[in-house]
């Protein structure tokens, strides 16, 4: 806590939050375990996105669909990913209309639809058709779960569960891989070789289906559709560890939800698509991500396959990462992430172009250790801040639509992978390297410029930052004086502080669920009036 001009106390988020082990807070123990339901959702992507090519080295899968080549095979491959693009413009209206929840239900069940035809399928076509329903699904899950995480999170641990929700991707893909490892080994001839690790697809959405209701709605969403009363109860609930509505952080929080919401609608009129692009705010939000997502995807597609060992290297390097983001800050992990890149990938140029150009067997072996050393810069800032960053920086009211914009970059290079760089490492060997070397000097000098630091804020004050130096300080002051007339014996200048604060918080609710254009003028002053309630 410090003071303005001598006066009234400044309190920020840490004045008001558990002290001590989380654990022992019932609240926040609740609520953790209530988050695993949604961080399952990108250990069921990495298990999707490791089983299709793990399944097709399964004998019984081979011939049970007659050795698929050529236009079947592509089909199968690319089902997934069309079905992902043709769904991902509709998620955002999902999750900003219908809620957080209710688009992790509609993408799970759709998931546990797709996986069970998926098992059960007789023909190439039925498999098909299962891919695509199986991408329709993850393309609503993975916009809703990582949105319902970030806002829902508790302030100190956001930073934390963001970053080891991109990090599980991991888990689900080892775990696919061996389970066609043991579809493998499996070889009695029987189609139950490679039908039950779809059966154990199923497992991981099944769950969130059944227990997504037990997970308690994002406080932003309920603001914005103006449920203020269970917005606050959920956080005196789960942040504050009880049944009082009054409790500081509450307050705290309450105050900057609401006032950030309203400040929002005053920079964007638009919450449209185009909207995205509206202010220079806006702007420097999505070059951010777009950027942050590119380089995610471009490089994984160069160079050795990711075996077993390297996932579970990528893994604890990742989850490791996501543990330190609020003690060493996103800005630094990433200019260390980025040199380290930009480092290793040179030298494993060059390993690779001597290996290519002498046969030099030790720089064959030095390239692998290249490898493990460059995924280890990868995974301490992309793998687990790609999500968390760009959630973090976004307002809410575009939150859902930027983050469906990565998604659909993420889908877009996969095919650019796919398709353009097998045939342009054939044609240009070890030198289509250096067009990589070169992006990440790109990378590095964006980082440098652009990236900006976001630890020790809210998700109110990270999402402002964009806007002006002044926002910020404007949201953390509402919330600050919010929570100042909960506090017990207030002086007589903290009692003239809090009255003025119940007007503007008045003011705040009225411009945020009853603008002024549809208001009538008598009705702001009186309601305004009721909503002040004396200390």
Known sequence: MSTRGGHAPEWSIVDFIHRGPWWRNRGILMLNLCLVVPLLSSSINGFDSSLVNGLQIVPEWQSYFDYPGGKALGLINSAQNVGALIAMPFTPTASDTLGRRAALFVGSSLMVAGAALQCAAQTVAMFVGARFLIGLGLAFALNAAPLLITELAYPTQRGQFTSIYNSSWYIGSIIAAWACFAAYKRTDGSSWAWRIPSLIQIAGSLVQVVLVWFVPESPRWLVAH???????????????????????????EMAQIRHALKIEKEH????????????PGNRRRIGNGLVSYYIDLVLTGVGAGINGGLQVWNLFCALSAALLVDRLGRRTLFLISNSGMLITFSMWTLTTALFQTTDNTNAAKAAIGMIFLFFFFYDIAYTPMLVAYTLEILPYNVRAKGFAIMNMTVCLTLA?????????LDAM?????????AWLVLELAFVLRYVIETKGRT???????????????????MGGEAATMTMPRIPVYLQEMAVRYEKAEARDYLELHHPPSKAPSSYSQS?????????
Do not use: M
């Open 226 to 252: 103006g449920r203020e009363g269970q917005a606050a109860r959920t956080l005196a609930r789960f942040h504050a560890a009880g049944a009082d509505e009054r409790d500081p952080l509450v307050v705290f």
């Open 268 to 279: 964007a009129q638009s919450t449209s698509w185009l909207g995205l692009l509206a202010t």
């Open 416 to 424: 650019f992978n796919q398709f353009v760089n097998p045939w342009a």
């Open 429 to 437: 060997k070890w030198r289509y390297y250096i067009v990589y070397c």
């Open 459 to 477: 998700l109110e004050e990270t999402a402002a930052l964009f806007d002006g130096e002044s926002v910020p300080k404007e949201i953390v002051a």
């Open 527 to 535: 309601a305004e009036s009721e909503l002040i309630t004396p200390i």
